[in-house]
């Protein structure tokens, strides 16, 4: 059996999974941060309340929020876990648990998801993106997950789309996330109404994505700019990366995206736009992801599937 | 025996190898383009000077200076080479030599080159520039070619760095390749002249980088500005593509890079203000390419002793 955990900003789940197939034969959730444990003790709890009585654990794939090495099993840093900074969670678990033990990043695992299990199955070469507060993404590579060196590849939100341009969640300025994501929307659209500029958005107080694209659905010229812009930048960097990588695929997922058709139509023309050669798109399929909040957990469980990611010094 | 053949703008090089060993038995060149053949039979003629009496091909290796599939062989488009338009040339060089044909990008096989032969030998994961009147990529990921659905990844200088830019080769604006190559410090110079800038340029009728680079040297203002410049953005890029792909090694290549140590130096330095966290640039070498003109030979006899890259359709 397999054991996969996808850990969240506010959420944990575990589920276990028979040795072929993914219906689940326990799941279990947690709230990420509590008052009496740590995160790292709520992590431990969870995986014993899936753990089988009888039956081997072939290996337990972990889908994290944050910078980690996926060779070493040490987390650098997760944002939304405090605590959690040059952690050798691999180690831990592997001691408390004694199996095979898989750590990836959150969206790095999503992108596999996707691939075994959802949008991308039977491709060979694929690009997934998320956009929903932050940008993040994975890389298939002739069947491979894109981890680099140290496990650190594939930050897709931060490359530098507009010099100088707005200040990014990383403290650089201009990256694809401050662009395109959903805080750079609600950001974009919250300065424009400070300088005046009419929209029927100016009475909410914390303005959000989903209001702006609420109110870009009900005509709002301002609303509409805002979701327009971060669509063409949007494109702008996917025919970067389509240069870079060569896909046959693009799969765009997060909330964002649940905006409508009206914003992936118009990454696709941004996209078109800036291309250098037809052959680049002539075979890509662009398309939505199709595991919504399940993706992390179906990517840790396909990566479990993997086994043992070899130590590469 | 394998036989390397290096397909450059101006001259073809073909070159037999034995089994095991990189000293060629021999070596030949051409003129690519010449008066009484089409580019295709001179490279016949080439193969078949250097075919050896005796013994077995097991593999022909071709570094190509266009766009191209190695998974069907076809060139879709070589900038100097006019009439290479969806050329089988895989096909064709199979019916007339009958051993297996690996075609790749000339860049994409230099990366491959200083890899297995070069600056890059033991490592992994590494990124390749070559900085020349243009700017080309190479990269490879835990051991293999990136080499993408179509062939056509690794396009590393056909990236936006800076919407609306200067103008590109490929007819986008604001490419890397736009901002950082030879041509590119040699036409930023010439507008700034155009403008009434003082430089001890102004009386060069055809600036070259290369005049621009001993100009900097000699301490010409707008010299030392442009080559700066150049070397800011790249290390920009570099910074994207650090955190794509997180190598352990960049090397960089091409005729821009022999202008000394400034250069590198504010590339290094424009690379460490826009990287997101310090793990990443913890374990990178930066160096520069050690194979010169020889790496798109090296890099077409790695690439044959790969043997036969697996079609993926």
Sequence with gaps: MYIAIDIGGTKMRAALYPDKGIEPLRIKRI????RNKTTLERLVTLIKQVW???????????AVPGYLNPHTGIVYSAPNIPNWKQLPLGQILHSKFNTTIMLGNDANLAAMGEWRYGAGQGTHNLLYLTISTGIGGGVIINNNLLVGAQGLAAELGHV??????????????GHLEA???????????SDKLAKGIRSSLKNIKHISAQDVSLAAHAGDALAQEAMDR??????????NFVHIFNPEMIILGGGVLQ???RFLEKTRIALERYIIAKEYLEHVIITRAQLG??????GALAFAHTGAIAPLN
């Design 52 to 62: 089988p009585e009888r039956g081997k654990i072939l290996a337990l794939g972990v």
């Design 31 to 34: 709230k990420t941060i509590g």
């Design 230 to 239: 971060a669509a063409g930048y949007l494109g702008m960097a996917l025919a």
């Design 293 to 298: 909040d399940d993706s992390g957990l179906y």
């Design 259 to 261: 905006s409508g058709s």
């Design 179 to 189: 662009l395109s994501s959903g805080n750079a929307i609600a950001k974009f659209v």
């Design 160 to 173: 530098t789309i507009l010099p100088d341009g707005p200040l990014c969640s990383c403290g650089q300025r």
